[in-house]
């Protein structure tokens, strides 16, 4: 550019400037990758700050305290500040009413919380024609107005389109010592920490599993588990393959993989709440082995002729939950729910995030626009108090009892429970207590990246209830709509399968996931064991692979006993090939019942067997192969493919050929270089 | 400089669509040029220019902002800048919400002379351009710092070239004013 002589100095003048900042221009990559920052502010910047945003741009500020530190206990959720002067009034109110106190509030709130999360706003060409600014993402929250002066409110500000925000106010009090209630914090000042928080950091979390090996049926006759509904790995794998990666090994949990699909089983006849069917036919993976499927089928309890539901639903609204993924996708998940409930049914919503706050106090199923409204005005934002929450939801529930109905608290996050009451042990209490009392929990995961798996499934198996992980619309509809019935309505509960195996014809067997599910032979016949629940309509399916006696199979030996002949196989002169024994008790029971169901080995080939046995072979050898197994044996996604093509059968709801196209893309994914056999 | 924005003008003709690897590639190149503008774009707040530096490039790299129509990379990239930059300004929230100290300082260490003169003739300049408009200091800053066409230059700041050259030829005025009156002092 300089042509021209640099007369002035300007050009030298610059290019020092530019040697300067050279020396401390940061990477690429440091740019791209920056960590959030914290940046100071004053309150009543904060005020101001919440009106003007909500008519300039699309993002959210939530305003809330925190439990007061040290002793978190003493807190409760308000919702906090309110409206000076609304300075644009057109549109609606995203107002959220948020009674102030649900419980005694400390006498002075140490902190307030500020947390904003941000969204695309629209084009500039766009204002003109929208009262408001809408927000990409998601659709559902595309406008955001103002609330009304003195009311305690939640919105969404602009911070800017790529930042989360969140800010915590030190030594400011908003309850008004004479009246109890709250006072605007708009004037008062108050240093504001804002710490920008950043995507990115992937803090999932998956339990190891440890595979279950080949037992000697000699040995170890006796098998014994409890039965698990839950699903949530099927979705967890889905969704790992459909952003292109395999999912971690420990993420595949079998049982949920062949738990997800239903299955035609037998309607049950007589009394029990549930049929058991068990099928064998040669193993697709190892030919000579054989493969037991032992299949549950719930009775179907009739909508109508369901007892009042008592429902909370528990909402995670820390700053985690505002990807696409997660709230919004939670909400429209709600949303479907609501749809389903009757005049009979009450309906709350409790809010979690850094502290707790009841959004819609119990509500009649048939005010379905109330619930949608609250759902609606939901938004993401703040940390994470799960425990503080879950008292709240539990407190609710039972205020809301249903004697004889459903009671039941839906807990729906990322699993981000890291912020206050964390202790695990303590929570695992309250929910098995609350189990005891008859408020169930179940728990519904949205999003990866931040995803708790174990703790969600602990969470909900203690909690007499099922965990499933929602990674979109149509997971949602499953869940709530199509399993609707088996979510909410237990038929069975403390259900425990243990299957005895006869040393003559089974030489050693394999149980295909359920890890975490094993019992000891003995808490069979202790009721005061614990086990999985059943609910109306629902499948249960578990597979065994057999070995036939005289095979040799590696598994971990013991040096032979000296002072003891070995059983001898044959000591039972039957042709049975095992015994399937199941102990269940009445929803509202105390004492198990049994179910004993002899099974002999027809010799079937797996050609030949069901397609229910061809599918969920199909989805074990899958399992296999994805979780690497050192079972696997000659499984591999090839084989996976062929046993499902081949047994879609009329495949109502599509699942299984969403199944085979999700095997064609791990095979895309190069899952079939992992599936090759170690040898 | 114009030989690098020569390369590009050729690459955008051959490819309207570049891929994200091509994107990357191209702002790689142009990397210490964008911190410099963004830096000039934010008034020399460090942090506020990496975090729209970070936010310009995530909207070049994520296709939120497509690469058509402009004369190079540099071009198009320099305009996400100041929008980018624009926008957290004019969110009012962020000014008033965050309110930091406006340019932290490089903490200072021993430097040879040399260094320590090109610090203390940046901080000047800053200095003396804080006092011109907005305008005419982009316009100094992409002509002399990123030696960028006033055509570009007006491309950059969506701006007609006639509106440039005028703003440019008032801006290395008042800076020629501002020096000497600085030197006479």
Known sequence: MSTTPDRDGFASLFARARRQDARTTPTFEAVLERPPRTHRCTLPALATASVLATGLAGAVL????????????????????????????????????????????????????????VS???????????????????????????????????????????????????????????????????????AVEVAEGSPGLNTER????????????????????????????????????????????????????????????PAPTGDAPFSVSVEIASCPWSPTHRLARIGLQGEQVQRQSRAGTNLVFLV????????????????????????????????????????????????????????????????????????EGLRLAYKVAREHFVRGGVNRVILATDGDFNVGVTD??????????????????????????????????????????????????????????????GTLVTIAKDVKIQVEFNPRVVGAYRLLGYENRLLKKEDFNDDRKDAGEIGSGHNVTALYELVPPGEAVDLPRVDPLKYQTPASPGAAPSGETLTVKLRYKEPDGDASRLLTVPVTDGGAAIGTASSDLRFAASVAAFGLVLRDSSHKASASLDLSAKLAQESLGADPGGYRRDFLGLVERARTLGGQGISSPAE | ?????????????????????????????????????????????????????????????????????????????????????????????????????????????????????????????????????????????????????????????????????????????????LLQGRNQA
Request: proline share 6%; hydrophobic share 35%.
């Open chain 1, 62 to 117: 939530l305003l809330r305290q925190e439990p007061r530190p040290p002793d978190g206990a003493a807190g409760q959720l308000a919702v906090a500040l309110s409206d000076p002067k609304p300075a644009v009034s057109a549109g609606r109110s995203n107002e959220t009413a948020v009674p102030p106190v649900s419980e005694p509030l400390p006498e002075r709130v140490d902190r307030l919380s500020v947390l904003g999360y």
């Open chain 2, 1 to 177: 400089m114009e030989s690098r924005a020569g390369t590009l003008i050729g690459m955008q003709q051959t490819s309207r669509a570049m891929d994200r690897d091509a994107i990357e590639q191209a702002i790689r190149e142009i990397h210490p040029d964008c911190f410099g503008w963004a830096l000039a774009c934010c008034q020399h707040d460090r942090e506020e220019a990496e975090d729209v530096l970070q936010a310009s490039y995530l909207k070049a790299l994520e296709g939120r902002a497509v690469f058509h129509g402009s004369s190079s990379v540099k071009t198009w990239m320099f305009g996400i800048v100041r929008r980018t930059a624009w926008e957290r300004r004019r969110s009012w929230l962020v000014r008033a919400l965050i309110r930091r100290r406006p340019g932290e300082e490089i903490p200072p260490a021993p430097t040879p002379e040399s260094i320590a003169s090109d610090r203390e003739a940046h901080a000047r300049l800053r200095g003396l351009l804080a006092q011109l408009s907005p305008r005419q200091r982009d316009l100094l800053h992409l002509v002399y710092y990123q030696e960028m066409t006033i055509e570009h230059a007006s491309e950059v700041l969506g701006i007609t070239v006639g509106t440039a050259r005028t703003h440019y030829a008032r801006g290395k005025d008042r800076l020629r004013a």
């Open chain 1, 120 to 190: 695309a706003k629209k084009e500039k060409s766009d204002v003109a024609s929208a009262p408001a600014y809408a927000m990409a993402s998601p659709p559902t929250e595309s406008v955001h107005d103002l609330p009304a002066p003195g009311r305690f409110y939640q919105t969404v500000i602009p911070i800017s389109r790529e930042r989360d925000l969140k800010a915590v106010v030190s030594g400011v009090s908003n309850k008004d010592p004479l009246t109890g209630g709250f006072v605007h914090v708009v004037g008062k000042t108050g």
């Open chain 1, 206 to 265: 998956y339990q190891r599993i440890a595979e279950n090996d080949f037992l000697t049926a000699s040995e170890n006759p006796l098998s014994t588990f409890s039965i698990d509904v839950d699903t949530a790995s099927y979705s967890v794998v889905r969704r790992y393959l459909s952003e292109g990666r395999l999912p971690p090994k420990d993420a595949v949990r079998i049982e949920e993989l062949l738990n997800y699909f239903p299955y035609a089983y």
């Open chain 1, 316 to 387: 995670d609204v820390s700053g985690s939950m505002q990807t696409p993924d997660k709230l919004p996708l939670l909400k429209s998940a709600l949303q479907l729910l609501v749809d389903q409930l009757g005049g009979s049914d009450e309906v709350a919503i409790v809010v979690y995030a850094g502290a707790s706050g009841l959004v819609l106090p119990s509500t009649p199923g048939s005010q379905k626009n109330a619930i949608l409204l609250a759902l609606d005005g939901l938004t993401a934002g703040g940390g994470t108090n799960g425990g």
């Open chain 1, 424 to 485: 695990h042990a303590e929570l695992i209490r309250l929910v098995e207590e609350q189990a005891r009392a008859g408020v169930a929990l179940t728990t519904l995961g949205f999003g990866l990246g931040n995803y708790k798996d174990d703790t969600l499934e602990l969470l909900a198996d203690k909690g007499n209830g099922n965990h499933f992980y929602i990674d979109d619309e149509k997971e949602a509809r499953k869940v709530l709509v199509e399993q609707i019935g």
